[in-house]
Structures are given as C-alpha cells and as structure tokens.
C-alpha cells in the first residue's frame, strides 16, 4: 500500500505521519466502517460514537476521508456534501417536503395528505406507512427551496413534486424509490436542478440510487446559453461525461467547453412537467 511505502520514508500520507499512530488507527477504522456501509441512515455523531467510541472522531478526520472517497466514486475533488450523500451519512434527519396524491395513514385516521397547500413534509419514519392516493400525472424533484415553493404553489397539474434539498439525504431517496415501485413505469420522473457542477452530480446521484432515473428538466445547454453565466470548465464532471448518464452531453460542455455557463435554476420561471422542453 503506498501509505505504507511513504510512511516509511518518513512522509506524511492522508496528511498523516507514521508517529501519529492513534490518529491514523482512528482515521483507518472508520474508512473501514464505512466499507461496511456502517454509516448510512446515521448522523455524524452517531456514527463515530458506533465506530471508535468518540462523537467527535469523525470531525477530526472528515477532510482526509472525503478527499480519500471521493477519488473511490469517481469524483474527484467532489464537495463533502456528495461524498456524505454517497455512503448514506446524514448530519440530521430532516422531513421530506412534497406536494402530490400521496397521504401517510395511522391507526387514527390520515395523518399528513400530501396535497394540501401550498405542501406538506412526511418524516422518514412515517414512510412505512405512506401510500400512494392515485396516479400522478409526473414524478418531479427539485434541487432548491425557491425553486420548489415556486413549482407546488403556481403549477397544479397532479405531478408529485419532491425537494431534494441539494443532494438528497436517505429519508429522500427511500421515499422516492418506494413511489417509484408502485406507480407504472409509464409515468414520467423528471428532476430539476442548477446547471453546474453541482447540479449535475446530484441528477448523478439521483440516476445510481433510485428505481429508474430521471430525466432532465429545465436543464440544457441551450437554456444556460441563454439564461447562464459564464463559469470556468470543471474537468471533475469527466466520469460523468464519459457514463450512460441523461445528462452526460451537459457534464461533457460542463467539464471540457470552452463556453461553460452556469444557469442557478431560480431563473427560471416553473413550468409543468408535461410542458415539452424537458431535455433527455
């Protein structure tokens, strides 16, 4: 292993030296917790109390292991927040917001019906008990708070519209992929998110995790032409460029284009799902 091979020339690796053998012990345990897929569903603190005993072991390490999983997910330099995504790692469990025929049903009678206005928010823990009313008419997700608040209160055509929050945290994901089960597969699922780096790692993201993968809605090339600002090219969207993904043409002009724009999607007025400018 070549931390090994450094170390005994006496340099540092994982900005680690062979001296520091407490710390090194602790930063290999929880890389080799999270192989173990020990992390997911879990906080921070949760976590690094299960793997070394110590709430605030993960803190001390959280650089080194997102520059170490990062290259492991073929990304490169990728932001903490995607690395966390990854391996399942929440730092809280937030609800998950929505507007759509979909309700959660208790021994009490119905407990959040998901097309009140202008949304509602189910827990994680309540997805045991959540069922789908009728058939929407598309699956939306939606990278961004404005953007989402926007869509459920000025469109009302019966999509399931999901916020992902950025990146999506697993209460997301399960809820998703659960909807994703029951309704056809002839129901369109389409996500919204910033033209950027960002923006395409999480429609990425979306594409591994779930059922079936989404396509791309409002985001093209030529909407970030129009509408973008003008951004430096980031190689780190090559694996990305070079996958089946939907949007592999976008991370391609977003990673290699000498005419790279970013187009943040608050820019954008929303539009309904079934509107005909969704890009795949």
Request: glycine share 8%; net charge neutral.
């Amino acid at each position: 292993m070549r931390w090994r091979l450094r170390w005994a020339r006496g340099e540092a690796s994982y900005r680690l030296t062979a001296v520091q053998t407490d710390a090194a012990k602790e930063f290999f345990t929880l890389l080799a917790s999270i192989s173990r897929q020990e992390a997911r569903g879990l906080d921070a603190r949760t976590f690094s109390k299960k793997a070394t005993n110590d709430t605030k072991a993960f803190d001390r390490h959280a650089s080194r292991i997102a520059a170490v999983l990062s290259v492991r997910i073929g990304q490169p330099r990728a932001p903490a927040d995607v690395v966390w995504a990854h391996i399942g790692l929440e730092r809280f469990s937030h609800p998950v917001h929505l507007k759509g025929p979909v309700a959660v049903e208790g021994a009490s009678g119905r407990l959040v019906d998901g097309r009140v206005r202008p949304f509602a928010s189910v827990h994680p823990e309540m997805l045991s008990q959540m069922l789908v009313l009728e058939r929407p008419t598309a699956v939306l997700t939606i990278e961004n708070y404005a953007s989402f608040n926007r869509q459920v209160r000025e469109i009302e055509d019966g999509s399931l519209v999901v916020y992902t929050g950025g990146f999506p945290a697993a209460g997301v994901i399960e809820l998703l992929s659960k909807v994703l089960r029951i309704i056809s597969i002839d129901v369109p699922f389409l996500h919204w998110g910033d033209v950027d780096a960002g923006g395409v790692r999480i429609f990425r993201y979306l594409e591994e995790n779930l059922p079936r993968g989404p396509r791309p809605h409002l985001m093209t090339k030529e909407l970030a032409e129009k509408s973008g600002q003008p951004a430096d090219a980031d190689p780190g969207l090559a694996s990305i460029a070079r996958s089946e993904s939907a949007v592999r043409d976008l991370a391609e002009w977003l990673a290699f284009g000498s005419d790279a724009r970013h187009l943040e999607q608050e820019a954008l007025d929303p539009v309904r799902p079934s509107a005909g400018i969704n890009a795949s």
